[in-house]
């Protein structure tokens, strides 16, 4: 959001909010009710823009996309749209496309941006990017200096103009006392941009620039519309608008020797026993073979169902709330539901520490679809005495080669190989298929599965991923309708032949398929937006044989050398591809030949 005119006016758009049995309020993108809207607003079936052209937004006919069309350099508060419902602790999801140069905002409250921005291939992102909390403004203060308070994005997770992407924003409203003055600011506890968290546990002291004056404890949605061509879906928004329960008058009682898989307590003495102000293990003087029972009020304000999580290590566990078992003894974490009337209502839970071999932890978290996740146990009581750092491969100046097993959907894959590039453009490959698994930017890998303690062997791709295909990039077809395989055949005769590291440091994957010889080259382009893939084949290539460059629900072609897949991501191919159906959708094919060349773009 850059500086607009203010005006007094605004776009009031009666976007209802439909609640479902998980209180989450889904946006209505049926009609634009209420007041005449602006022209630039209107709902439509689908929205695309142009990748290369600055600005350009199109539109079918239909229901269930909003779409802003609207002119640069044309600014003013008339131009927003503000959903009629209110919100104050709230999770916002929704899906956004932005026209090539964009600007847009989502406002909480109407009152605090987070930024929208085409900020495609930036490298350091600021707080005028897509995902910045957007910067405070004070005309009295120095030049220079005016802006203050803003929060550039951790890492640029933004796509390409014209892709659908994912938003998801966990806020908490301002707290005011019964007076109305302010007691605690707002925060915006997460925003997770595709797939990556870029915002963390972030206060608030007062609205952003361009922002509806004042602060309140609940307000609207507000979608800036005056800064460019925006498109929004999907949008959901989940109210925390009930206080939750909270635990008084908490008891404890200590008992030790205690044996049996479900031990009476009733048959035991306690060895002490007290008040205490949370749930906590460390009352507790044996290293085993004893029990920390608490009793207390469980208050709830609102009648309900609500989930309780246990956290626990080394022991068992029972909950029993209302005189009603709504965890019964348990080794490891367990969850319970409980419909539970409003008011002061019996509590109690057990510990029970029958092992040793690792140090005891204790927590007991509550929540329900109308209030977050709060813990109802002590600070400390889960135990942090050991944290695992996080063990993440940084990239320097030349790329890394690293072997482990990955993940490709719901499958497992052994003999897994990812690449990281300096240029922040980096991919994973199955080695066993020759296949493009999956493309990523920003940071490289966290390794911390594979290496923490035995390990598993996995490592994990970090910020923003676009999934691609398990399944071999080259196979020989019998009929044009025969469906492409999960994996190499016997008779394809596939043999991995191992990679060569060019001078820059990059690897060529080398392999034979169908008695040819396959150099694999995957190489970032010189902006480091995209990655290009060159397939060299040397030796007889079957007629039937074909290459196979992406496959989703839906593949549309733009130009003869440009198509978009599932708007998640763009394939660019040298020469015109063929689109054809398959069970599970489509498949963009090129007929085999001995040199490939394709980018992939996100």
Not at 1 to 8: A, D, E, G, I, V
Request: charged share 20%; with cysteine; net charge neutral.
């Amino acid at each position: 959001m850059f500086l607009r005119t203010q005006k007094n006016t605004a776009l009031i758009i009666g976007l209802l909010w439909l609640t479902n049995a998980l209180y989450a309020q889904q946006v209505l993108l049926n009609d634009l009710s209420a007041k005449t809207p602006s022209a630039n607003w209107r709902i439509a079936g689908e929205a695309a823009a142009d990748l290369n052209e600055k600005n350009n937004m199109t539109t079918t006919d239909g229901k269930g996309t909003l779409v802003c069309i609207h002119a640069t350099g044309k600014y003013g508060r008339e131009y927003d749209l503000i959903a009629l419902a209110q919100h104050g602790d709230a999770d916002v999801e929704l899906d956004f496309m932005m026209a090539k140069g964009s600007n847009s905002g989502v406002y909480l409250q109407g009152r605090y941006e987070i930024q929208l921005f085409d900020s495609w291939g930036i490298k350091q992102p600021s707080t005028h990017d897509v995902a910045a909390i957007y910067e405070r403004w004070d005309e009295a203060r120095p030049n220079g200096q005016k802006g203050y308070e803003g929060h550039p994005a951790r890492t640029n997770a933004c796509r390409a103009p014209g892709l659908w992407q994912h938003l998801k924003i966990a806020f908490q409203a301002p707290r005011f006392d019964a007076n109305g003055k302010k007691i605690a600011n707002a925060k915006v506890i997460s925003v997770e941009l595709n797939g990556a968290i870029v915002q963390e546990d972030i206060e608030l002291t007062g609205p952003t620039r361009g922002g509806m004056e004042g602060e309140v404890a609940s307000g609207p949605l507000l979608f800036q519309g005056d800064h460019g061509s925006v498109a929004f879906r999907n949008i959901v928004v989940k109210l925390f608008d009930k206080p939750a329960p909270t635990l008084k008058n908490l008891k404890y009682a200590y008992y030790e020797n205690v044996t049996g898989k479900q031990p009476d307590l009733s048959k035991f003495t306690p060895k002490t026993q007290g008040a205490i102000d949370g749930i906590n293990y460390n009352l507790a003087t044996a290293n085993k073979d004893y029990v920390l029972r608490f009793t207390g009020i469980l208050s709830v304000p609102e009648a309900g169902e609500y989930t309780f999580n246990t956290v626990q290590q080394s022991g068992d566990l029972q909950l029993i709330l209302n005189n009603k078992t709504v965890i019964p003894w348990q080794w490891w974490q367990a969850q319970g539901k409980a419909a539970l009337p409003a008011g002061d209502l019996p509590f109690e839970m057990a510990f029970y520490r029958n092992t040793d071999w690792a140090q005891p932890s204790l927590g007991l978290f509550v929540e329900s679809t109308a209030t977050r996740r709060v813990a109802l146990h002590a600070i400390g009581a889960i135990n942090m005495d050991k944290p695992t750092s996080p063990i993440l491969i940084a990239l320097g100046n030349m790329p890394i080669v690293h072997r482990s097993f990955l993940q490709a959907g719901n499958q497992n894959v052994s003999h897994g190989l990812s690449v990281g590039d300096p240029s922040g453009v980096h991919y994973a490959v199955n080695l066993e298929k020759g296949a493009l698994l999956k493309v990523w930017k920003g940071a490289f890998l966290d390794a911390t599965p594979m290496w923490n303690d035995r390990g598993n062997g996995m490592s994990t791709p970090l910020g923003s991923v676009v999934e691609l295909s398990n399944q071999p990039a080259l196979a020989t077809l019998a009929t044009p309708e025969t469906p492409w395989p999960t994996t190499h055949s016997q008779a394809d005769g596939y043999r991995f032949r191992g990679y060569e590291i060019d001078e820059a440091g990059r690897p060529m994957f080398k392999y034979d398929v169908a008695g040819l010889q396959v150099q694999d080259q995957i190489r970032p382009d010189t902006e480091a937006k995209y990655l290009n893939r060159i397939l060299t084949l040397t030796g007889n290539i079957p007629a039937q044989m074909q290459c196979r460059l992406a496959a989703g629900k839906q593949i549309s072609k733009i130009n003869d050398t440009l198509y978009i897949i599932d708007k998640q991501y763009y394939v660019q191919v040298s020469e015109a591809a063929t689109i054809r159906g398959v069970a599970e959708g489509q498949e963009l094919l090129v007929a085999a030949k001995p040199k490939i060349n394709y980018a992939v773009i996100w």
